[in-house]
């Protein structure tokens, strides 16, 4: 009896916890889809992170079908009511701090420090733009002619798609979702497969503030399947996407075909250029900082630097009692730097050091031939001399691996940061103002750091790139976020002559 009691119990309670980790799709307000697809927490091997549906072309197409049926109400409510929304919603986001970066971690790997200031970073988010409800969207302008005026107006583009990675799960899909709400379109979101819970969540408080059914709409699943055919859905006015270059160009393409707007967010290999009169001990925590930091699963990440010779002795010893203080390991326990996300990208991290190495660089702090027991914990790497062509110098790795290379002189290594296929963020460390300046103006990246990561970005400003990092047309945060999700139009009022 006492066994019977407590077996049901049991089970109860199992199926409890096994709701609390499950994604559902977000349709038409309607949380819908199985539980079919297992997401592993990466610091702690055998353990359940998430659960999700895998979405289909039909689930996409319900869901644009239900945003594009909601959309013109949606356009059609003031703009601070709008705004309203999203403020309750952001307010939430902060009310479930605790518990939502908690299930970011276990699905994502990163520390909890990091997580909870993801979640206040994407309820920020949610408030900037809420706030936008009450701003100017236009400007009135004079006119040559007679008895007229001129004002601009901005428009939504109606529903738009998004296509978000695992690195932020929660601050990307709220940065690309705010702005297009608080512009009156409609979402439909495909968050990374293994990150399910995180963009959930921001759809719960959505949801929870008083969005009207069917203006946010999530389904999750493989890029290739949903993903897929939400680009390719000719409701589709526009996408925004952040994730690798090789699926944005592919995208890119889809949406250019039938001249769709599209926004793209791809890769980095972002350096900081370290010169004498930098202080060594500030350059190397600013190196680490970028590096390490976010397990260096950040297209902003520092993954390069270039180092004049009368720094370089005092700036690598600094920089290896940096790395050691950055412990791998499981995000919810006392971790410096949290797991790896996934049993691809440790291998990746480890293949890319050991390359390195085969080819005779060296290998200051770090190693590449860890096993997984204790789940995918990947020491800071730093690498020196190496040639400035070795892929460990020009390919994105996307783990804390940071390359450092001797420059002779500030013009050589601006060459040298400016030698990239990729424009995302750059450094410099420098207590010169002529020199910061020139670099800020010569310096092929859309984000410029003088003495701060390369990694870490403010909400109310403009982020992009240039080059294969970026479609450097639109750019991403602050205001110039409400560009890509509005088309601008020009009104002549005037009178009847008499
Ligand atoms: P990462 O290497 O960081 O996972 P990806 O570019 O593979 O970067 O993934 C970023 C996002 O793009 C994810 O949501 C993923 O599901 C989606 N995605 C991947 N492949 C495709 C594709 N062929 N079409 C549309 N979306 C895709």
């Excluded at 079919?36 to 992170?49: F, I, Q, S």
């Excluded at 790997?109 to 200031?117: H, L, N, R, S």
């Excluded at 190495?357 to 995918?376: Q, S």
Aim: glycine share 10%; with cysteine; net charge negative.
């Amino acid at each position: 009896m006492t066994s019977t009691a407590s077996t049901a119990t049991k089970t109860a309670t199992a199926a409890t916890e096994r709701d609390l980790i499950t994604a559902r799709h977000l349709i038409n307000g309607e949380w819908l889809g199985g539980a079919d697809t297992e997401r592993m927490n990466p610091a702690r091997p055998g353990e359940l992170a998430a659960l999700s549906p895998s979405g289909t072309a039909e689930d996409v197409d319900a869901a644009i079908t239900a945003a594009t049926a909601a959309q013109p109400a949606w356009a059609a409510l003031p703009a601070p009511s709008r705004g309203a929304i999203l403020m309750a919603a952001g307010n939430l986001l902060l009310d479930r701090q605790t518990s939502i970066a908690e299930d970011l971690v276990r699905e994502e790997g990163k520390t909890i420090a990091e997580a909870k200031g993801e979640v206040k970073r994407a309820s920020d988010v949610l408030r900037f733009f809420g706030s936008l409800g009450w701003a100017a969207t236009g400007e009135v302008l004079p006119s040559g002619l007679q008895d007229t005026t001129i004002t601009t107006r901005r428009e939504p583009l109606g529903v738009v798609g998004l296509i978000t990675p695992w690195n932020f799960p929660i601050a990307i899909p709220a940065w690309k979702s705010a702005p297009a709400l608080i512009s009156g379109n409609a979402v439909v979101i495909k968050p990374a497969e293994l990150t399910p819970l995180s963009a959930t969540h921001l759809a719960r408080a959505l949801q929870d503030a008083g969005l009207p059914a069917g203006v946010f709409n999530v389904v999750h699943g493989k890029g290739r399947v949903a993903g897929d055919a939400l680009a390719r859905d000719p409701r589709i006015a526009g996408m925004s996407f952040t994730g690798s270059t090789k699926v944005g160009l592919g995208l890119q393409e889809i949406l250019n075909g039938r001249r769709a707007r599209v926004q793209l967010e791809m890769g980095g290999k972002n350096g900081v250029l370290v010169l004498d009169d930098a202080d060594p001990r500030k350059a190397a925590q600013v190196v680490a900082a970028g590096a390490f930091g976010l397990t260096g699963q950040a297209c902003t990440a520092t993954s390069r630097v270039y180092v004049t010779p009368g720094i370089r002795e005092d700036f690598l010893a600094a920089l290896v009692e940096e790395a050691a203080a950055y412990t791998a390991g499981d995000g919810l326990e006392a971790a410096k730097m949290g797991a790896v996300v996934s049993s691809q990208q440790f291998e990746q991290n480890q293949a890319a050091v050991r390359t390195a190495v085969e080819r005779g660089a060296k290998l200051l702090h770090g190693a590449y031939d860890g096993g997984t027991d204790a789940g995918f914990r990947f020491p800071a790497a730093i690498l020196t001399d190496l040639p400035f062509d070795d892929a460990a110098v020009t390919e994105e790795i996307f783990g804390p691996v940071v390359a450092v290379l001797e420059v002779p002189d500030y013009e050589a290594g601006l060459a040298a940061i400016n030698d990239s296929r990729y424009g995302l963020t750059a450094g410099i460390c420098t207590d010169s103002l002529a020199l910061a300046t020139d670099f800020a103006a010569r310096a092929q990246a859309g984000v410029i750091k003088v003495n701060r990561p390369t990694a870490g970005l403010d909400l109310n400003v403009p982020f992009g790139g240039v080059k294969d990092s970026s479609t450097n047309t639109f750019r991403e945060q602050g205001k110039s976020a409400l560009d890509f999700f509005t088309w601008g139009k020009t009104v002549y009022t005037g009178v009847y002559l008499p």
